[in-house]
C-alpha cells in the first residue's frame, strides 16, 4: 500500500538505526528544537539556545541519512551533497554578509524558502502515491502542505520587495481592484481544488492546481500590505513557514515536522498578536483594511502653522547641559539613516556628561519585531538599557529630554487625545511628557498613518532638521568640543 | 508490517497500514503547540528577531522530508524521477534556511551582550 517504497526494504533488522531508532533521533532533535527556544527567554542563554537548536538540525539531518544507509539500503549521495553543498553556500554567504538593517528582508525571503520546501515535499510524496492506495488524512495533509507552502512562498517574495523598497516598484500599483473579492475566489478555488486533489488522487493536475491558486493568493494578499504593517506580515508568514512543515510532519507520517513546525506556528501567531495589539488593530484590518487620514481630521497648516520651533545642534546641545535623565526613542528613519553607530556616540557622549541615557523601543518600530534592538545591540548598546513601552511610559514625566529619532506614528498624542484619527487608542511612547522634545526627521512630512503630529508643534519641542545621521554627528560634535 | 519494511516507508501517508494513527499525529501537533505558547511568550521583545529568524531556521525541518525524497526515491514509477527532482529543490530551499537561518542568530545573538 505505499507502493515503490515498500520494496526497499531490504536492510537488516537490527539495523543500529532502524525506522524505531530514527524515530528516538527524531525525538531528541524535538527536545533541542524546544530547549533552544526556550534560550531565547534571555539574552545571556541566547546564543547556547541558538546552538541547541542547530544541532537539533543536524541529528535531524544525520538519523535520516544514516537511517536507511544503516539498514542496508544504498542510495547514491551525490544528489545530497550538490543540493547541501548549493543551499549551504547560499545560505552561509547570505547570513555572513546581510546588514543588520537588512535584516526584515532576509526574514521575510527565509520564511518564503521553508514554505516552497514544505510544498515540494508533499508534491514529491503526492507524485509518488500515485497508483497507490491513498489515506484520506494523507490527501488533506499534502493539499493543506502545498496550498500553505504556495502562499508563503510567493507572500514573502512580495514581502522581500517590498521591504527592499526599490525605486523602480514604486510606480507598481499596490492596489488590486475588487482585491477583497478576487482574494475570496482565489482562496475558494484553493480549497475546492483540494477537494479535487483528494477525490481524484490518479490525477497530478490537481496538487499543481492547488498550488498555483495559493500562489496567486500568496501574491494578492501582500502587496496591498503598507510598509509600517511589515512587522505583522512577517510574523503571520514566520508562522505560515511553521504551520506548512507541520503538514508535511502529516504527509510524509514525521514527528519532528509536526514539534519543530508546530513551534514555528506557534511563534509567528504570539508575534502576529502582539504586533496587532502594538497598534491597536485586527489582524483582518492589518490584511484587509486600509489606514489613511481620515477626511475631517485637523490639516497640516492647522497643526503646525507657526507654532514648529526648529534647533540647531548647538542649541540641542545645550539642552543637555544640566540633564540628568535622556531617553532616545529610534524609529524606522534611524535603520534608514543607518545612524545606530552615530546614536551609540551621543550614547558615551552623554553618559560621559553624567546623563542616564536610556532608550524607548515601541513594539512596532520599524519593519519586523524586535528591529530597533538588533540594530542597537549592532551598535553595542547594552540591551539593559533598551526599555518596552510599558515600563518606559510611567516614567516620561522625569526625562529631561525625549530625543526622537525617525520616529513619528508611534509617538503621536494623537493616538490618545482624538477617538476619530485612524491610530485611535494606539498605544504610544509618551514621549509628549518629558519637560523638552527633540525631533530628529527630514522633513515635517507625515508617518504611515498619513496624519499630521502635534508633537512637533509642542511649546516644549524642538525639531532638529535633517538626516538622522548627519544631525546626529553634527550634535555630537558640538557635544565633544564642549566637554 | 514489520521493522524493516518500517524503516524504508517514512513517505508513508499517515493513515496507511503501518503509519501513525491520525489522533496521535494530532495529539503531537496540539502538545508541541501548547509547548510553543509557554515557551515563547516568555521570549522578551529584545530578541523578537533573533526569534524570528532562529525559529525559520527550526521551520527548514522541512529538509527531512527533502533528504528522505532524495535517499529512497529510486523505483521508476512514472513520476518517480520528476519527485526526485521536486526534493532535490526543497533540499537546497531547506539547507538555504537551516544554515542561513543559524548563522545569522548566531550572528546577530553575539551582539546581544551587557557592557562591562
Known sequence: ?483 | MGETVDLLVPIVLAASEGGTSLIALLTILMLAVFVGFEVITKVPPTLHTPLMSGSNAISGIAIVGALLSVVLVEESTPHSSLARWLGFFALIFATVNVVGGFLVTHRMLSMFRRKK
Request: proline share 5%.
Open chain 1, 1 to 483: 500500500m505505499i507502493g515503490a517504497l515498500t520494496t526497499l526494504a531490504a536492510g537488516d533488522g537490527t539495523a543500529i538505526l532502524g525506522r524505531q531508532g530514527s524515530d528516538v533521533v527524531y525525538l531528541i532533535a524535538s527536545i533541542f528544537f524546544i530547549l533552544g527556544i526556550k534560550g531565547l527567554t534571555h539574552p545571556r542563554t541566547a546564543v547556547r539556545g541558538n546552538q541547541f537548536g542547530a544541532f537539533g538540525m543536524l541529528l535531524a539531518v544525520l538519523a535520516t541519512v544514516l537511517g536507511p544507509a544503516a539498514a542496508g539500503h544504498a542510495f547514491d549521495p551525490t544528489m545530497i551533497v550538490i543540493g547541501i553543498a548549493i543551499g549551504a553556500v547560499i545560505g552561509g554567504l547570505a547570513a555572513i554578509r546581510v546588514q543588520m538593517t537588512g535584516m526584515p528582508q532576509m526574514v521575510a525571503i527565509f520564511n518564503g524558502f521553508g514554505g516552497i520546501a514544505s510544498a515540494f515535499v508533499a508534491g514529491g510524496a503526492f507524485l509518488l502515491a500515485i497508483g497507490t492506495e491513498m489515506s484520506l488524512q494523507g490527501n488533506i495533509a499534502i493539499g493543506v502542505s502545498g496550498m500553505i507552502g504556495s502562499v508563503t512562498f510567493t507572500g514573502s517574495i512580495v514581502a522581500f520587495f517590498k521591504l527592499l523598497d526599490l525605486r523602480s516598484l514604486r510606480k507598481f500599483p499596490s492596489a488590486i481592484p475588487g482585491q477583497r473579492f478576487l482574494n475570496a475566489l482565489l482562496f475558494l478555488g484553493a480549497i475546492a481544488a483540494c477537494v479535487w486533489l483528494v477525490q481524484d488522487s490518479e490525477n497530478t493536475t490537481t496538487y499543481w492546481t492547488v498550488c498555483a491558486l495559493a500562489a496567486v493568493l500568496g501574491v494578492t494578499l501582500t502587496t496591498p500590505i503598507g510598509g509600517a504593517d511589515m512587522p505583522v506580515v512577517i510574523a503571520l508568514l514566520n508562522s505560515y513557514s511553521g504551520l506548512a512543515a507541520a503538514a508535511t510532519g502529516f504527509v510524509i507520517d514525521n514527528n519532528v515536522l509536526i514539534v519543530s513546525g508546530s513551534l514555528v506556528g506557534a511563534s509567528g501567531v504570539i508575534l502576529t498578536a502582539i504586533m496587532c495589539k502594538a497598534m491597536n488593530r485586527s489582524l483582518p484590518n492589518v490584511i484587509f483594511g486600509k489606514l489613511g487620514p481620515s477626511a475631517d481630521g485637523p490639516s497640516a497648516d492647522d497643526v503646525y502653522g507657526g507654532k514648529v520651533k526648529s534647533a540647531s545642534p548647538d542649541e540641542v546641545a545645550m539642552l543637555f547641559d544640566g540633564a540628568q535623565r535622556v531617553v532616545i526613542v529610534p524609529g524606522y528613519g534611524m535603520a534608514v539613516a543607518q545612524a545606530q553607530h552615530t546614536v551609540r556616540d551621543l550614547t558615551n557622549l552623554l553618559e560621559a556628561m553624567d546623563i542616564t541615557v536610556e532608550f524607548a523601543i515601541h513594539p512596532v518600530a520599524g519593519r519586523m519585531p524586535g528591529h530597533m534592538n538588533v540594530l542597537l545591540a549592532e551598535a553595542d548598546i547594552d540591551y539593559d538599557k533598551l526599555k518596552e513601552m510599558d515600563e518606559i511610559n510611567p516614567t516620561f514625566g522625569q526625562v529631561d529630554v525625549a530625543l526622537v529619532i525617525g520616529a513619528n506614528d508611534v509617538v503621536n498624542p494623537v493616538a490618545r487625545t482624538d477617538p476619530n484619527s485612524p491610530i485611535a487608542g494606539m498605544p504610544i511612547l509618551d514621549v509628549d511628557k518629558a519637560r523638552t522634545v527633540v525631533v530628529v526627521k527630514r522633513s515635517l512630512s507625515p508617518g504611515f498613518a498619513g496624519i499630521p503630529n502635534p508633537l512637533f508643534a509642542m511649546d516644549n519641542t524642538y525639531m532638529m532638521f535633517g538626516d538622522g545621521k548627519k544631525a546626529i554627528m553634527e550634535l555630537n560634535a558640538v557635544l565633544k568640543e564642549n566637554a
